[in-house]
């Protein structure tokens, strides 16, 4: 039998995505001394199948500001469509008007918990990152990460990690970071995050987006074909297991 949603539910409202299809998964970032570097692969899983093995989700919003994501593809596209349609709008009045990290952050909190509240989540954790301009000091900047989730819940922090990344990736990031890093050390820790996710989580790939904001702009390489240190799976390759 068919299910008619608007028969039987009258007085709610419209929902979307409750069941994600093409997904990403882990998305990272931490600050440094002069600004901010992120990663995430550049895989979209379609459950836990590679259907793409080559997208960026780095939403670069402008040179001071960029957003990634975890979680479904077609919600963070029409996010995208309504950052850059909000960016216009308040452009109206002055041509060379840009968000700031701490707008979008603020931005993109009321649309997730007013779209949670409405029982029509948008099924995405973003991270917003960026160098924010520090009040009454002309030239100055600061760094910035923002975290909001599919509940509205939002942050601030120094560093963070999505989905599996909380539970395989902020110990090490917080354990390791020290006061503050320098930009080398940002980026190698970074690495060696990627490293551990594409070992213990089987929806990560092997290629990567390496994002760094600074007050300079925005700067973004790819690392392709990373493979990893596999030798340990000799020990076991003769192994069954009894159950």
């Not at 700031?100 to 409405?118: A, D, E, G, I, Q």
């Not at 989905?163 to 902020?170: D, I, P, Q, S, T």
């Not at 930009?183 to 929806?203: G, P």
Request: net charge neutral; hydrophobic share 40%; with cysteine.
């Amino acid at each position: 039998m068919v299910f008619n949603y608007e028969e039987r539910n009258p007085s709610m409202p419209k929902t979307n995505t409750l069941n994600p299809t093409i997904t990403g998964a882990i998305a990272m970032a931490v600050s440094f001394d002069e600004g901010v570097v992120l990663a995430s692969d550049r895989s979209a899983f379609y459950s836990s199948m590679q259907r793409f093995s080559n997208v960026s989700r780095h939403y670069r919003v402008n040179e001071r500001c960029v957003v990634v994501f975890s979680g479904d593809f077609a919600d963070f596209q029409w996010i995208k469509n309504l950052i850059e349609c909000k960016q216009m709008e308040l452009q109206q009045g002055n041509i060379k008007f840009l968000m700031s990290p701490k707008m979008v952050h603020s931005f993109l909190t009321t649309l997730f918990y007013n779209r949670r509240s409405k029982m029509n989540p948008l099924w995405n954790t973003v991270i917003v990152c960026g160098m924010e301009s520090v009040p009454f000091e002309a030239g100055k900047f600061e760094t910035f990460i923002g975290v909001v989730n599919l509940y509205g819940i939002a942050y601030v922090d120094k560093f963070a990690a999505t989905e599996m990344g909380m539970f395989l990736l902020r110990q090490m990031l917080e354990t390791r970071r020290k006061e503050m890093l320098s930009r080398e050390e940002a980026i190698a820790l970074l690495k060696e995050a990627m490293e551990v996710s594409l070992y213990r989580n089987t929806r990560t790939g092997n290629n990567f987006d390496l994002t760094i904001i600074d007050k300079d702009g925005v700067k973004s390489t790819e690392i392709s074909g990373f493979i990893g240190d596999w030798e340990i799976a000799e020990k076991y390759k003769n192994i069954s297991y009894v159950f």
